[in-house]
């Protein structure tokens, strides 16, 4: 699905301002971390303004994919002069992809801060099964509903105002816990707090846990 409304362009011209604080406090030292050691096919999943362009290492090629054309404007004036990133119009469900990536073929897959968003959690990570090869990783930094109760209450009742607000992203999403139940295991993972409970984890395919060596 492709977006060009008024509204994606608003927000695409404000997500990097509001970003910003959280970007340097934390966030953008944690892309770093989970994405400069990456190399060969890489799929980046809703490459947004591009926040994450200037940590991809030299040996990293890299197919980002954007449903949102404003999004996909920022994203091109962010593109490094060095270094080999794509840029794909198309969201995560879109069956043209798989024209565009073959089975197995993929040595990793970035998602960050947009797992939130996508329309079906549970058919993406079918499709990264698919593309990814049997011994590399998913990479993920998201935002999930708390582990507390009464955050994650609080966090359910304000789910359909920020729904609207924030271009379809869920709030309150058990992203962790899905993506543990849909045939990944955990390398590593991180939980810490910033306003909101965050996440961040490096999964491989079950079954492949024993024999990778980060
Ligand atoms: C909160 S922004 C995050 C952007 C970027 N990933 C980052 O780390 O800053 C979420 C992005 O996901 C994109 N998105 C929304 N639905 C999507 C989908 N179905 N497939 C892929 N990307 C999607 C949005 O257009 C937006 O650019």
Redesign the pocket.
């Known amino acids: 699905?492709k977006?060009n409304t008024f509204y994606?362009r608003f927000f695409a011209y404000a997500?990097d301002a509001v970003?910003r604080k959280a970007d340097q406090k934390e966030l953008a030292g944690r892309?770093k971390a989970l994405i400069s050691r990456l190399s060969g096919s890489i799929l980046?999943?809703?490459?947004?303004?591009g926040?994450?362009f200037s940590f991809y290492g030299q040996d990293a090629q890299v197919l980002g994919?954007?449903?949102?054309g404003p999004?996909l404007k920022r994203a091109k004036e962010k593109l490094p002069q060095k270094g080999s990133i794509t840029l794909y119009q198309?969201?995560?469900?879109d069956p043209e992809l798989d024209k565009l990536i073959p089975h197995a073929s993929l040595d990793a897959v970035v998602c960050?801060?947009?797992l939130?968003?996508?329309?079906s959690l549970e058919a993406a990570l079918d499709r990264f099964h698919r593309w990814l090869n049997p011994q590399e990783l998913l990479i993920v930094?998201e935002h999930i509903r708390s582990k507390k109760e009464t955050n994650g209450k609080l966090q359910d009742f304000i789910a359909p105002a920020w729904k609207a607000i924030?271009?379809?992203?869920h709030l309150n999403r058990r992203t962790d816990t899905v993506i543990k139940n849909n045939g990944f295991e955990t390398v590593k993972e991180d939980y810490f707090k910033q306003l909101v409970q965050w996440y961040q984890g490096i999964f491989i395919k079950s079954d492949n846990l024993q024999t990778h060596q980060l």
């Not at 994919?65 to 949102?68: D, M, N, R, W």
């Not at 198309?90 to 469900?93: F, L, Q, R, S, V």
């Open positions: 699905m977006r994606s997500y970003m892309r980046k999943v809703g490459v947004g303004t926040a994450n994919i954007e449903p949102s999004m198309a969201g995560i469900e960050t801060l947009v939130c968003t996508i329309p930094l924030g271009e379809g992203c």
